[in-house]
């Protein structure tokens, strides 16, 4: 036994110690700390950091504490609280002689306070409705454990608590004004006396320093009581604080005074609570309200009277709108906050409202009366009494309720007392536009006044809103970022807006813009939407434009230049995760400001916007001109990438007019400024975000009626850097062939970024169509099949430096054909000439009959081989044709290596297009310098004229001096100084006299 008891002895002794030692474990500091921070750490919700914690028999100390809520941050250097602890943690007895803090730091510059929505707040009572048989579907009511049972049951403490003396002293930072550092506050709470039966104060001290913020404080003093009477150790009675701020500054230099009382109190039968807020001598607002014990509503009543000038000096720098507020009335609620009812009149006079909301910087003073008595629960509405005013100063518009309804905005039914009557109504007269302005910003309305009447209306468990004779509004002026968009605008409109259980949809009919008494457009518009989270928004649009009148608003004048037209289109719209829009549209009546009249288009368009972002598309255009119709179109898919949309699209056409094309986008005119301004620095393709392919689909492209090309084929391929032609080919005319390849590319470190080369093949290519689409009246000036081989480059900061700077080598050959840009008919010059030339000729015939002095070309004279060669000359029939063309840096064409073979001619030589950037190709200024060799007949008439030198070459020619040069363009060649040197030829003697006195044989 004796052992048996040393062993227990031992045993007890050995968990005495082990608990001994846990114990002075448990009063050291790393493991008082260790367990603070893993209780903070279970509190997820409140970021908490914590360097050290000591706890003692009588005291708390606790250094380096951040704790972070919803944004705003306490940084706590030192907190050391002096009561028995072992008592607080076994008996809840929580006797706080001393609670010190110094040093510590509130900053409230980020602080968000979290906005929950209770049970409470989903109640719906049943009894809440004004027809009874029309109730939404019933809610569960919560229970009364989630009802507002007062403010000290919710200040009941889960320790007996008792608090003689406290010292707390720091800083609270807050944010300021717009533009202004935040404010810091040096705060100081100081008192105690806190215990059952007692009533505790403490003393508060705030002050800031304001002299920076260059307002017209420059301190600004917090100072009170805050009270808390105890009922018992745990619950308390009553609270209160009186608090008196005072501001100093320049512009208040006796200091202003602003003071606010707060209490809640128990009384016999509940809890009264109690707001004032107040200046000397005038009581600015006013908040009483009482809870009935064991009741399920509370209410009370409220009074304002104040001004900006009242609470500006306090406001820590923030800019006010000048007001003046006067009203009173009251509020009720039950404790579960479910139903809200409140009712009072108040009148509002405002101006400054820039300062709060800076597009309404045009408002200036206002005048606001209101009288209501409204109830709010859940998502139904109650409408028992309402009416708005606005004057400014005369009436502008007025809101008036014309019976009690209620309006449930989740389900959108409506239930009303009467169900003929009508519900509200919305007077507006001369209503400034700059008021709305908020609703459509960035865009800024200005000038114009609105006018008008709408009216809602209950309809089948709905409302419905209707403008009675229409909305007015004249003299409306639009602009964006100070650049006018369009002025002296007359709308009117007719509104119908429905919203119900269904669905909602709303029409906006015959909207009319005019200006200056011409219809610039007219809007048809239908919309509306099934209830239903899967259900698409529906709409209609027809629109109608006058393009004239609209050409003329600043957004779109010098842009295009018609002097009449007209725009039509009917749009069908269909939104949700797959959206669709299709409809058809026209131009019509075009005529350029010249009176040129254009081709009407009329097309279609059909789109789909799938849930994945792919676009789906077809463009198809129909361009009448007279008799000639074209019908260009494009259709294909983008489908969203990374960067932007991948195309696969097709260009396609039965038949295409590009004289269509060229009239149409000759309308588009360059404004002088535009032109006359550097162009914008770019770093990227007009192409950027989009990759792909567009596939070339059109079976006849014409340049008027003579020039065709067919089945034209091919694709351009989009890449990041460059547009890609790859094999585009096609049909010329009846024989001939097309093909084309290159690429235009984009090197943003250039200084001229875009680059474009490209190779263009042609065989059998017909020039006489091409000199017939320029001119149809006269015959093509070279007539011939060519083959045509050439390479082009240009580089340029913009599409239309590109196209201007386009230069490169053209080869053209040809094996048949004629050439007539050397036609010299002077028979309109010297007519006396002619006349020679005729008798000459007689006489000659005559002469040959007789065998007298017969010549062996049988030529009668210098007029007739002038006539005879004249012809040679205007129709030359070549065998071969060869000419190189080079465009140079300066934009000339130049003309090279220019040869001519015909059966008893040779031309050859070089010229020159130059380059007028008003002019196209063919109208260029010509200059070409052709030297001519002949044989034959052609030698024959030159050498009678003395125009043929004597030496001949290897094949019989001989050169021509005749000169031989070619001014005017290409379409209307000038060949003046041959023309001349002919006539001179022709004048010179050896004309009919000569023969007839070879006749008479002198």
């Not at 196209?920 to 200059?927: G, I």
């Amino acid at each position: 036994m004796k052992a048996g008891l040393k062993k227990l002895v031992w045993v007890l002794g050995g968990l005495c110690s082990a608990l001994l030692i846990l114990l002075v474990l448990a009063m050291t500091s790393p493991v008082q700390t260790w367990v603070a921070r893993k209780i903070l750490a279970n509190q997820p919700e409140l970021g908490a950091e914590i360097g050290q914690v000591r706890v003692g028999w009588h005291q708390l100390n606790l250094e380096q504490g951040k704790f972070e809520l919803s944004g705003a941050v306490l940084t706590l250097p030192q907190l050391q609280a002096d009561f028995p602890v072992v008592a607080a943690a076994w008996k809840h007895e929580v006797a706080i002689t001393k609670l010190v803090a110094r040093g510590w730091t509130l900053d409230l510059t980020r602080y968000t306070p979290k906005v929950t929505k209770t049970a409470a707040n989903a109640a719906h009572r049943a009894d809440f409705s004004l027809i009874s048989t029309a109730h939404a579907a019933a809610v569960p009511v919560p229970s009364l454990s989630d009802a507002f049972a007062g403010v000290f049951a919710q200040l009941e403490l889960p320790v007996d608590l008792s608090l003689d003396g406290a010292i707390l002293e720091g800083e609270v930072i807050v944010p300021a004004g717009p533009g202004n550092k935040p404010v810091t506050l040096r705060v100081s709470l100081l008192g105690g006396g806190l215990q059952a039966g007692h009533n505790g104060v403490f003393n508060i001290d705030a002050q800031t320093d304001l002299t920076g913020m260059g307002g017209p404080v420059d301190r600004l003093k917090v100072g009170g009581t805050v009270s808390a009477l105890m009922d018992s150790p745990r619950t308390f009675a009553k609270f209160s604080a009186d608090l008196n701020s005072q501001a100093v500054g320049g512009a208040f230099p006796q200091g202003v005074q602003l003071s606010a009382e707060l209490s809640a109190a128990k009384i016999n039968g509940g809890e009264d609570y109690a707001l004032t807020l107040q200046t000397v001598g005038k009581r600015l607002l006013d908040v009483q309200a009482n809870l009935p014990e064991n009741a399920s509503r509370f209410g009370g009543v409220w009074r304002v009277d104040m001004r900006d000038t009242d609470v500006a000096p306090f406001v820590l720098g923030r800019s006010l709108p000048t007001f003046e507020a006067v009203g009173a009335g009251m509020f009720e609620t039950d404790t579960l906050f479910a139903e809200i009812h409140t009712a009072g009149r108040i009148k509002t006079t405002l101006d400054r409202l820039e300062v709060v909301i800076p597009s309404l910087a045009e408002v200036g003073a206002v005048t606001l009366f209101s009288e209501f008595d409204l109830t709010q629960m859940d998502a139904v509405s109650r409408v028992d009494k309402l009416k708005i005013d606005i004057n400014h100063p005369q009436p502008v518009l007025g809101i008036a309720a014309l019976q009690a309804f209620e309006f449930n905005l989740a389900s959108g039914e409506m239930k009303v007392a009467d169900p003929t009557a009508d519900l509200l109504a919305v007077e507006v007269q001369d209503l400034p536009v700059e008021w709305v302005g908020p609703l459509v910003d960035p865009v800024a309305l200005q000038q114009g006044r609105i006018n008008g009447r709408l009216v809602a209306s209950a309809r089948d468990g709905g409302v419905e809103v209707h403008t009675v004779e229409g909305l007015r509004i004249g003299n409306l002026s639009v602009s964006h970022e100070g650049q006018a968009l369009a002025e002296a605008l007359d709308l009117t409109l007719c509104l119908l807006a429905e919203y119900g259980p269904s669905g909602w949809q709303v029409a906006l009919d015959n909207l009319k813009v005019d200006s200056a008494g011409a219809n610039i457009a007219t809007l048809k518009l239908k919309a509306g939407q099934l209830i239903g989270s899967d259900q698409p928004i529906k709409a209609s649009v027809s629109l109608q434009v006058g393009l004239v009148p609209l050409l003329r608003q600043p957004i779109l004048r010098d842009e295009v230049a018609v002097s009449k037209g007209k725009f039509a289109a009917d749009i069908l719209l269909t939104l949700s995760e797959a959206s669709e829009v299709q409809g058809e549209f026209s131009l019509s009546e075009l005529a350029d400001v010249a009176g040129t009249v254009l081709p009407n288009i009329a097309g279609s368009i059909q789109a789909g916007l799938g849930a994945n972002g792919e676009i789906a598309f077809n463009l198809p255009l129909q361009m009448t001109m007279g008799p000639r119709v074209s019908d260009p179109g494009i259709k294909g898919t983008l489908t969203p990438q990374a960067a932007g949309y991948h195309l696969a699209g097709q260009l396609n056409g039965k038949k295409i007019y590009l004289s269509d094309m060229q009239l149409l986008a000759g309308l588009a005119a360059v404004p002088t400024t535009l032109k006359e301004a550097a162009a914008p620095e770019v770093d990227a393709p007009f192409w950027a975000g989009l990759s792909g392919v567009i596939d070339l689909a059109i079976t006849q492209l014409h340049y008027d009626e003579y020039f065709e090309l067919k089945d034209v084929a091919g694709a351009v391929r989009i890449n990041e850097g460059a547009l890609t032609l790859d094999n585009v080919h096609a049909g010329i005319g009846n024989q001939g062939a097309m093909k084309l390849d290159g690429a235009l590319t984009y090197v943003p470190e250039m200084k001229t970024p875009y680059a474009l080369r490209t190779e263009l093949a042609a065989r059998e290519f017909d020039s006489a169509p091409f000199f017939k689409a320029y001119n149809a009246r006269n015959p093509a000036q070279i007539d011939g099949r060519f083959n045509l081989n050439s390479t082009l480059t240009s580089q340029g900061r913009d599409l239309e430096k590109l196209a201007a700077n386009i230069g490169g080598d053209v080869k053209l050959t040809s094996t048949a054909g004629v050439f007539r840009l050397l036609s010299a008919n002077v028979s309109n010059q010297v007519e006396h000439v002619g006349k020679v030339a005729a008798v000459g000729a007689f006489l000659g015939n005559v002469v040959g009959a007789l065998g007298i002095n017969k010549d062996v070309t049988g030529l009668a004279s210098k007029a007739q081989a002038v006539a005879e060669l004249s012809q040679l000359l205007t129709a030359i029939k070549y065998d071969q044709l060869n000419v190189a063309v080079n465009r140079d840096a300066d934009l000339n064409t130049n003309l090279r290596e220019f040869a001519l073979i015909a059966p008893e001619m040779r031309l050859s030589g070089d010229g020159q297009l130059r380059y007028q950037d008003d002019l196209d190709f063919m109208n260029q200024p010509l200059n070409l310098a052709l030297e001519m060799k002949a044989r034959g007949r052609t030698a024959d008439v030159l050498r009678y004229l003395n125009l043929l030198a004597t030496e001949k070459d290897d094949l019989g020619y001989a050169v021509c001096t005749l000169p031989l040069r070619v001014t005017g363009t290409l379409l209307k060649p000038d060949t003046s100084e041959l023309k001349n040197a002919l006539v001179k030829v022709a004048m010179e003697s050896g004309g009919a006299s000569d023969l007839l006195n070879r006749l008479l044989g002198k």
